[in-house]
């Protein structure tokens, strides 16, 4: 009878780490151990019997829900300021203290002769921006940093003008005229 | 705690409960019905929150009073059972948060001062134990508390937990695993 034997030998090959069955023994105990460390604690859990909670005798017994006292009758209350009186009172109220608190805290600029700069406005006219004639120059003079007109010369004696003229201006043209 | 009680009582008959809740004239009746039926299972939920019998029985009265008012806005999308839950749970949270408040304390030290209320508490019975299960689950996050309490005091099913929570199962077991590990590491350590 043929022999049945396979075509190759016992050994498939594979290896194991070096003390791996030592270890094996070691590691499984340990498993073990713990395990029963684990159903131990859960004993111990388990030991605990309920919350520990009671109530007072008859509680469950005796226990209603108590409504509040709304439900019962009461004389009606008329409010002295109702509500939508209230709400229109602050509503306007607080429109007046906007409108005036915008016109009393922020005032808008006013722009006057005294809040120009006096180099601005001479720069502006030196620099011919203002197409004057002679003539219309003379109408406007500075006197002292202070803009003075025509009209502030009406009491000023002729005489002491011209002894002025002769005196500070250069241009002839200005004393003819 | 007593005997265990079944979350849901009612069973096939909750539609008809709520129909007459619903109804003026039936209100009333239907009510006391409810009352009789769930006083017990919600006044241990919300013990277990707020440990105090005199704080747990005036979260008791508000959680009726405002499953009584509402009923109208009630829809039916989730159980009855887990919509009354759901008012005890956020009305403890509430009754807790501002527990803290009035006493100018966080939350951790509401629950610390919770415990040590225990010691001398008439109505808690507890052995050495059963105190220091209450320091371990004190020591928790609070859903992890909730979770807890809900399993493993009110042995409520994973399926209930989840719809009165509004959470998925598996969360919750999630959750609840971590809080016993928690809890048995707490007692090991102390």
Redesign the interface.
């Known amino acids: 009878m043929k022999e049945n034997k396979l075509p190759y030998n016992n050994d498939p090959g594979f290896t194991v780490p070096s003390n791996y069955f030592e270890e094996l023994e070691k590691d499984i105990f340990n498993m073990v151990k713990n395990a029963d460390a684990h159903n131990e604690s859960d004993k111990t859990l388990e030991k605990v019997q309920g919350s520990g909670f009671k109530t007072p005798d008859g509680y469950f017994e005796s226990f209603e829900v108590k409504f509040p006292a709304e439900n019962s009758q009461q004389p009606k209350v008329i409010p002295l300021f109702k509500k939508e009186y209230m709400l229109y009172a602050a509503s306007i109220a607080a429109i007046i203290i906007a409108l005036a608190g915008s016109l009393y805290i922020n005032p808008a600029p006013v722009d006057t002769w005294e809040n120009i700069e006096l180099s601005v406005l001479e720069n502006y006219i030196d620099d011919n921006n203002i197409d004057l004639s002679t003539t219309e120059i003379s109408g406007f003079l500075f006197n002292d940093g202070i803009l003075v007109e025509d009209s502030d010369f009406k009491e000023v004696n002729s005489e002491a003008m011209l002894d002025y003229l002769d005196e500070n201006v250069e241009d002839p043209a200005f004393i003819i005229e | ?1 007593g005997i265990q009680l079944k979350s849901n009582p009612l069973g096939n008959s909750e539609d008809l409960l709520i129909q007459r809740l619903k109804d003026e004239v039936s209100a009333e009746a239907a ?1 006391k019905e409810l ?1 009789s039926l769930y ?2 299972r919600l ?2 939920h919300i ?2 929150m707020v ?1 105090d ?1 005199d704080d747990t029985h005036d979260v ?2 508000n959680t ?2 405002k499953i ?1 008012r509402n009923i109208n806005k009630f829809k039916g999308e989730s159980q009855l059972f887990s919509w009354m839950y759901r008012i005890a749970t956020n009305e403890a949270i509430t009754f807790i948060n501002k527990k803290a408040k009035r006493l100018q304390i966080n939350s951790q030290e509401l629950q610390d001062h919770l415990i040590s209320s ?1 010691e001398s508490d008439v ?5 050495e ?3 220091k ?2 320091r371990a689950i004190a020591s928790l996050p609070a859903k992890q508390q909730q979770v807890f309490n809900m399993k493993y ?1 009110e042995e409520l099913k994973y399926r209930e937990i989840a719809e009165i929570l509004e959470t998925s199962e598996g969360a919750l077991k999630a959750s609840y695993h971590i809080a ?1 590990k928690k ?2 590491e707490h ?2 350590n102390n």
């Open positions: 705690m009510f009352v006083k017990e006044y241990w013990r277990n440990k019998h008791l009265q009726f009073l009584y225990l109505y808690f019975e507890g052995d134990i059963q105190l299960l209450q005091f016993v809890i048995e007692l090991k």
